[in-house]
């Protein structure tokens, strides 16, 4: 297995623009997680879905952020609009159960200018 | 809501010495895990242990479990410079938030 696949790797973009985030689990995890890092606030749980369904999104900060899994093998994290502040490294990480062991991926580090 | 909090949160020590880092955590658990995070890379899983476990091994890791403290340390035995990374403990939470939480990070440096 390939393992947790993000994409971009890196992002950069000017404020107000959209940025849509992607991630692809491993196949057989019913449980996905979006976090996001940050020097200041170290690592965040934003949202996480089990089986497609969101369960969880008390930590996506406003109303600028959104998440969907349309199947159980993409999952999207859209920030609409974007600001300086969103700067972060965003990880995506999934988990055959909500306490299993979580896969993590290469994460992506976006710049919002 | 409960979270794992790592202690030294920064440790520098020389190569072939042993690092240890403890975390500690509020409420009862299952399970801890410990994570690694190398410098621009995702978290890695290292070890799980459970609530009626009292110590573990992989490798050159050592994990204990002390429910009555509520704590658990991580010794890293003869480290090398590619130990060098933070490290995540992760505690579940039954009765809580139905997920894990990580704690704030421990960042090792082991000196070549």
């Known amino acids: 297995d390939a393992g947790v696949i993000q994409s971009p790797r890196h992002e950069v973009t000017e404020m107000g623009q959209e940025v849509t985030l992607r991630c692809k689990p491993i196949?057989?995890?019913?449980?996905l997680f979006w976090y996001r890092q940050t020097m200041m606030r170290g690592l965040e749980l934003l949202i996480y879905f089990n089986n497609n369904v969101p369960i969880d999104d008390s930590g996506m900060p406003e109303d600028r952020f959104s998440a969907k899994m349309p199947n159980a093998s993409f999952s999207t994290l859209k920030i609409q609009p974007s600001e300086p502040r969103d700067s972060a490294v965003y990880f995506c990480?999934?988990?055959?159960?909500?306490?299993?062991?979580?896969?993590f991926g290469p994460g992506t580090r976006l710049t919002v200018l | 809501s409960q979270q794992g909090e790592e202690d030294p949160q920064a440790l520098s020590i020389q190569e072939g010495e042993n690092a240890t880092m403890n975390c500690s955590y509020k409420?009862?658990?299952?399970?801890l895990q410990w994570y690694r995070q190398n410098s621009g890379r995702g978290l890695v899983h290292l070890i799980l242990?459970?609530?009626?476990?009292r110590e573990k091994h992989s490798g050159r890791l050592r994990v204990t479990l002390d429910t009555s403290k509520k704590s658990s340390s991580l010794l890293i035995t003869a480290s090398r410079a590619a130990d060098t990374a933070s490290y995540f403990c992760?505690?579940?939470?039954?009765?809580?938030?139905?997920?894990?939480?990580f704690g704030k990070g421990n960042q090792v440096v082991v000196i070549p």
């Open positions: 990480a999934s988990s055959r159960t909500v306490y299993n062991e979580q896969f």
């Open positions: 409420t009862s658990i299952n399970n």
């Open positions: 992760a505690t579940d939470a039954p009765h809580g938030n139905n997920r894990l939480a």
């Open positions: 196949s057989g995890h019913d449980y």
């Open positions: 242990i459970r609530s009626n476990e």
